[in-house]
């Protein structure tokens, strides 16, 4: 993947909607991991907008600009590999309230 791909062309819009087919995305956390001109990268937990209908992935604008700073950062540093892995895991996405 260039890294010219990662940026959102002038005037596209973001939406939760499929530009494919139209129907409604969800938000899941995935691992991205690809060579992004010449630095590969791997993301577990990335955000990501995802299509059940279509099985088609896109990335929001944070996510984007995320593997864009990472590349960034990288090649400053003369490296070509970027690892982000989450410091801990969640045990549960449903939050816990204890009542007192």
């Known amino acids: 993947m260039d890294i010219s791909e990662l940026f959102p062309k002038a005037g596209q819009i973001q939406r939760i909607y499929c530009d494919n087919c139209g129907g409604n995305l969800d938000l899941r956390f995935s691992v ?7 630095v ?4 577990i937990g990335l955000p990501e907008l ?3 209908q279509c099985n088609l992935s896109f990335l929001p604008e944070d996510s984007r600009l995320s593997v864009i700073y990472l590349h960034e950062q990288a090649t ?3 490296s070509n590999v970027a690892n982000v892995t989450p410091v801990c895991q969640p045990q549960s ?4 309230y204890e009542l007192t």
Request: net charge negative; charged share 25%; proline share 5%.
């Open 40 to 43: 590969d990268i791997n993301i």
């Open 50 to 52: 995802y299509c059940e």
């Open 93 to 96: 996405i449903h939050p816990v």
């Open 76 to 78: 400053k540093h003369g």
């Open 32 to 38: 991205f991991h690809e060579e992004v001109t010449g």
